[in-house]
């Protein structure tokens, strides 16, 4: 990021540009926000990232397109023939004669912004990849033998598909950088949100079985965990089940750990080739929320480890929505462990997560206050990060949040970020979903701040 002003990103998808045409929305934002860049996302199947708000924020056409996603820039063949999958462009229209990289990169330069690109690992938020040829025969295999929703990260083909995308999109297009969404995680955690763990293929037991773990005792110990789980929730469990096949069955940790070595292996891998393909270009790496209410990812995901392989970390610091996020999670620990009481669980973890928030009843649908956010960044930093991006949600949609966000609050958010001594924002996640009023407030705030300094 070379402006020299604190820098700061908005969100587009090539939907806006379609909707409301090119000109128009980046004539928007840069009069609204006065941003340093845009942050386009160029590849995804996520609706809250490739589609119409879910709310109509007063401008563009109202509802889901409908449209599967897919990769919303010219793909190459030449680079994915040798990964046993298919293209990656999108395939409906309009979008398959779309190139948003091309318009957006012109549009960036006209306007003297930096364009950057945004891409989310596979997360399962309700979007498939069904456009990708084959895209079937990566798919995890969870523990009773049978296909799941998203790819398996040990698979090699999926893992070759990632960097052919990447070189094809470095080797094709002018840009400033690349974040890439960080936003899954392992078996474990699948089973305490009420998910059939994954994965458990031929490939993950070969890693499984080179870490010396026994892959027969590792499947046994995540049924006997989901089916503790399940009980549980059926009121015929215990709150120490768990604890119980924990012990019955150390494999489970075992797997869960070496299954988080691969996925986050797969990041350092595309840091290193990006580097190599055009060094200038900042690599960035988005952190999931799960990250600050989860202190089993939190112990997983080392900030240190992230900063090596980045030239920064944007956290996902939405704190009205994470209010109604916490209260749901709450509600799936609370039912896998037994019933323990919600609040019992939200102390003892916000305590060991260095959270000072309010109690869940405070939060469930009026959302988190605006200083989640400086508390989001002092984690990231404390935890080993250096350089931090914090990203503000704006108007970002959560079921179960009571209230719209106002210009109050946008303005909170970010001077919240200022304050923690962030190194810059972006303005998330999806500008097909933010009202102007509050585009209006963030450069009122980012203005402020600027005069400040």
């Excluded at 908005?10 to 806006?16: E, K, P, Q």
């Excluded at 979007?127 to 998203?150: A, S």
Aim: aromatic share 10%.
């Amino acid at each position: 990021m070379n402006d020299k002003r604190w820098p700061v990103l908005v969100h587009l998808n090539a939907t806006s540009l379609i909707d409301e045409g090119t000109d128009t929305v980046f004539d928007i934002v840069q009069q609204k926000v006065d941003p340093t860049g845009v942050l386009m996302a160029a590849h995804g199947f996520n609706p809250e990232i490739i589609d119409r708000g879910r709310t109509w924020p007063g401008h563009g056409p109202k509802g889901s397109h409908g449209g599967l996603g897919g990769y919303y820039a010219e793909a190459h063949d030449h680079f994915y023939r040798h990964t046993g999958l298919g293209s990656p462009h999108v395939t409906e229209s309009p979008f398959a004669e779309f190139d948003a990289m091309a318009v957006g990169a012109k549009a960036a330069a006209e306007r003297g912004l930096e364009l950057h690109v945004y891409i989310l690992e596979s997360a399962g938020t309700g979007g498939f990849q069904r456009n990708v040829t084959n895209w079937p025969t990566v798919l995890e295999v969870d523990v009773d033998g049978r296909r799941g929703k998203l790819p398996c990260v040990n698979h090699p083909s999926y893992r070759a598909w990632k960097l052919a995308l990447l070189e094809d999109l470095y080797t094709s297009y002018e840009f400033k950088g690349l974040l890439w969404g960080v936003e899954r995680w392992g078996p474990l955690h699948q089973i305490i949100a009420g998910e059939q763990p994954a994965c458990f293929c031929e490939h993950c037991r070969g890693v499984a079985t080179a870490a010396g773990l026994d892959w027969l005792r590792v499947r046994r110990g995540y049924a006997a965990l989901r089916d503790s789980v399940a009980a549980a929730r059926a009121d015929a469990g215990k709150p120490g089940a768990l604890l119980r096949v924990l012990l019955e069955y150390p494999e489970v940790l075992g797997w869960e750990a070496r299954w988080t070595e691969a996925y986050l292996s797969l990041h350092r891998e595309l840091y290193g080739a990006a580097k190599w393909l055009q060094p200038e270009r900042s690599f960035g790496l988005g952190l999931w929320h799960y990250y600050f209410i989860n202190p089993l990812l939190q112990a997983e995901w080392n900030m240190a480890d992230f900063s090596a392989a980045s030239d920064y970390i944007r956290p996902i610091l939405y704190h009205l929505p994470e209010g109604p996020r916490i209260k749901r999670y709450l509600g799936l620990l609370s039912t896998a462990f037994g019933g323990m009481r919600e609040e019992t669980i939200w102390a003892f973890f916000a305590e060991m997560l260095g959270l000072d928030l309010p109690k869940p009843a405070a939060f469930a649908s009026a959302g988190l206050p605006a200083d989640y956010v400086a508390q989001g960044v002092n984690i990231v930093r404390r935890n080993g990060g250096t350089r931090v991006i914090a990203g503000i949600g704006v108007d970002v949609f959560e079921n179960g949040l009571a209230g719209a966000m106002t210009p109050e609050d946008t303005e909170a958010a970010i001077e919240a970020a200022w304050k923690a001594q962030a190194d810059g924002i972006t303005i998330a996640r999806n500008y097909a979903e933010m009202q102007h009023a509050n585009l209006d407030a963030a450069g009122r705030a980012i203005k402020a701040i600027r005069a400040s300094r």
